[in-house]
């Protein structure tokens, strides 16, 4: 049987399909079997405007504005109870474009209706505080506003998660969004969109725009009446989105790359320990911001470890990514999947120690999926290049340490800030070393684990400001200082005290 034509998508503006303005499309391909499934538009600036001028006329016009908290908690949980029902179709998708395990991405799916229950719970709580003052006879009280419109910019690994980490606190506290996915993953969130707009949400609450990040990702981070940009991907695009927003000092919420250390002790269960660091490293093919990509093992144990993690690593199934007997699937890319095969070159002429994998997969039947062996470099160094720059694959770099001081000094020794594992049965030494770590997250005795409601973000250049946990409004409101006069009025108009 023929495959079908490629389904043809348009921009999602004002709560409907709308045809761009230039006839600039893009691809999207099946990174297993390289099938071309679906076209999207390149927007335009044109197009991005058009979104952009829909969410300001929502922000501000219409039945948008006069929704209650309350009103905007029912919207939140009824987009939530949609995604529930829609979970397997919202997984099938994503799977067709970034090629992770069906597994993992339904998991996400039947995940998200927990942060929107979670958000729409924020949306209710309080947000201002009445403030003691230094005068007599005055009131003086603070509101948080939403902010306006958000630019909400998502990659391509966990596309329908991470819009939801931005789009629950930005609709509970009040905001419109202009969402642009990842030109590797923009169908989903078409999809996503469009359930969530016959769950009620008003016409230009939510608009998608598709597209490179060049033209139409910088078109909306440059766009005068786009108040914030919450942007997650890689650092060099986060920073350049920093400099653009520094012009008309939008606010940003950054989530970018990390190298994070997994540092195991000597004094570790150690199954438990490699279980860690396969989950950490290999876990969605490695293509995960928090990825434990720098194995710190301690002397004692290096070669057991460096061993088991290399033996493991062999053993694990590359495959289908629909087959529930998979253990990993695809790079999300072909431009990926080079990046990862320049690195594990990149590595082997620094000096590092192939253990295991280095090289593409081949998969029975799937003759052109992107895919590639589970890779461990031992004896790598802190300052070869596989150490210090982010991979965003299945690529292990098991680095050596003496002590504890030795460990820290090795975990800090990089530009990222995202995240860290530590991996020891001394409590006292946990939470020390924990203390040190100059990451946003650290797990002790496990890994790569988040939730909606604990903070997530970096320290360094892994980003600025946190999602999710109890403070993620405020990333989307503004803080108003109101003082009201209880006594006399203004007496005196130049003794203001008076
Ligand atoms: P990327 O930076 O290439 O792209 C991310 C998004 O930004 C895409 O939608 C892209 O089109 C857009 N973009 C690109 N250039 C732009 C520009 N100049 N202006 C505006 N938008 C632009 O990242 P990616 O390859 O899609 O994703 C992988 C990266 O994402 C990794 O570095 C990973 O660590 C990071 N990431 C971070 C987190 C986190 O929470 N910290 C989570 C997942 C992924």
Known sequence: MSNPLPR???????????????????????????????????????????????????FSEGDWPGYRAADRAKLLIRIGEAVAEHAEELADLQVRENGKLHREMYGQAKLMPEYFNYYAGLAQQPLGHTNPLHLSDMINYTVREPLGVVAAITPWNSPLLLLAWKLGPALAAGCTVVAKPSEVTPVSTLRFAEIAAGCGLPPGVLNVVTGLGQPSGAALTGHPDVDKIAFTGSTATGQAIASVAGRTL???????????????????????AVNGLVAGIFGASGQTCMAGSRILVQDGVYDRVVDELARRAEAIV?????????????????????????????AKDDGARL??????????????????????????????????????????SVLRFDSEDDAVRIANDTEFGLAAGVWTQNVQRAHRVSGRLRAGTVWINNYRKSGYSTPFGGY???????????????????EKSVWVDTGQGVKDPFNPRA
């Open 250 to 272: 939008k606010r940003v919420s950054l989530e970018l790359g990390g190298k994070s250390p997994n540092i195991v002790f000597e004094d570790a269960d150690l199954d438990s």
């Open 460 to 478: 360094k250049q892994s980003g600025i400001g946190r999602e999710n946990g109890p403070d993620a409004l405020r990333e989307y409101t503004e």
């Open 8 to 58: 043809h998508y348009g921009l999602f503006i004002d709560n409907e399909f709308v045809e761009p303005a230039g006839d600039d499309l893009l691809d999207v391909d099946n990174p297993a079997t390289g099938e071309v499934w679906a076209r999207v538009p390149d927007a335009s600036a044109e197009d991005v405007d058009r979104a952009v001028r829909s969410a300001r006329r929502a």
């Open 318 to 346: 590359v495959g289908d990514p629909t087959d529930a007997a998979s253990q990993m699937g695809t790079i999300a890319s072909r431009a990926q999947l080079e990046k990862v095969l320049h690195y594990i070159q990149v």
């Open 355 to 396: 253990a295991a994998g280095g090289e593409p997969a081949t998969v029975p039947g799937l003759p052109n999926g992107l895919f590639v062996r589970p890779t461990v470099f031992a004896d790598v160094t802190n300052d070869m290049k596989i150490a210090r720059e982010e991979v965003f694959g299945p690529i292990a």
